[in-house]
Nanobody, 127 residues
């Protein structure tokens, strides 16, 4: 059974940085694309970033491009999201997710394209 556990969230001032981690278990981590999504209160869950199974390709939402970096360590079965220059509008619960189709690229930006989700970690950016 696939399990995803996020960590690293917290409270940070605007302009600060955080690194989120997502520990995966239950299958061969390195064979599957991964993504980060976020959901702010009263809003729909939205795409943040995705990375291919190999880590060689990435994709970002326009709102985070140039500030956030997605990466993965397949030896540690862990996905990361480095978030720099944080803004109050980045405040949300952040979720990692993965798919069932092997060897996918990063062009997976719809919630419905992902099959497994973590429980989320809260990120709060104060102004």
């Amino acid at each position: 059974q696939v399990q995803l556990v996020e960590s690293g969230g917290g409270l940070v001032q605007a302009g600060g940085s955080l690194r989120l981690s997502c520990a995966a278990s239950g299958r061969t981590f390195s064979s599957y694309a991964m993504g980060w999504f976020r959901q702010a209160p009263g809003k729909e869950r939205e795409f943040v970033a995705a990375i291919s199974w190999s880590g060689g390709s990435t994709r970002y939402a326009d709102s985070v491009k140039g500030r956030f970096t997605i990466s993965r360590d397949n030896a540690k079965n862990t996905l990361y999201l480095q978030m720099n220059s944080l803004k109050p509008e980045d405040t949300a619960v952040y979720y990692c997710a993965t798919v069932t189709r092997k060897f996918s690229g990063p062009d997976l930006y719809r919630v419905g394209e992902y099959d497994y989700w973590g429980q989320g970690t809260q990120v709060t950016v104060s102004s």
